[in-house]
């Protein structure tokens, strides 16, 4: 059973720094690719970012392009997600996922954290 627990979300003002963790485990994950998306209130869902368990390839949205980093530790089974220079339009609950598939289509992704909430004050 895979599982994937999310922590590192909170309150911050503009300008601001998170960092959000994804722990996972359940399986082995070579050959996955690990994502964070977000969704805002009255939103919806949108990809930020994923990243290739076996080589660390990375793919970001437009939108955090520049300001979040998103990596990974195969040691610890976790995924992280750096966001500098945070936006008011950055407030979302923010879930990392997991697929086998190399898209930014979330019904691609099977396994889903259960979300944690940033919010950017302004």
């Known amino acids: 059973q895979v599982q994937l627990v999310e922590s590192g979300g909170g309150l911050v003002q503009a300008g601001g720094s998170l960092r959000l963790s994804c722990a996972a485990s359940g399986r082995a994950f070579s050959g996955y690719y690990m994502a964070w998306f977000r969704q805002a209130p009255g939103k919806e869902r949108e990809f930020v970012a994923r990243?290739?368990?076996?080589?660390?390839?990375?793919k970001y949205a437009d939108s955090v392009k520049g300001r979040f980093t998103i990596s990974r530790d195969r040691a610890k089974n976790t995924v992280y997600l750096q966001m500098n220079s945070l936006k008011p339009e950055d407030t979302a609950v923010y879930y990392c996922?997991?697929?086998?598939?190399?898209?930014?289509?979330?019904?691609?992704?099977?396994?889903w954290g259960q979300g944690t909430q940033v919010t950017v004050s302004s």
């Open positions: 990243v290739g368990w076996n080589f660390g390839t990375t």
């Open positions: 996922a997991i697929s086998t598939l190399t898209t930014i289509v979330g019904s691609s992704y099977p396994y």
